[in-house]
């Protein structure tokens, strides 16, 4: 089997780019005590992101976006 080296090149740099940003903050949190208040809030973070998925889905259909207020 023949390498293609710029293919090789480009998945190696592509499972780097995504790595760096899922490990840099655990490996430079990990080193810091953070206050309880920031670990409290650091909790809502999954909730808010579902919530934000589901109002997208419902608010968007069919690539018509529906706006909240009725002035339009």
Do not use: C, K, Y
Request: net charge positive; no cysteine.
């Amino acid at each position: 089997m023949d390498i293609r080296w710029n293919i090789l090149i480009i998945i190696m740099g592509s499972a780097l780019v995504t790595l760096i940003p899922r490990v840099l903050p655990l490996v430079v949190l990990s080193r810091f005590q953070l206050p309880n208040g920031l670990i409290r809030w650091l909790q809502h973070i999954p909730v808010a992101v579902m919530a934000a998925l589901i109002a997208q889905e419902l608010l968007i259909q069919r690539g018509i976006s529906h706006s909240i207020n009725s002035n339009g």
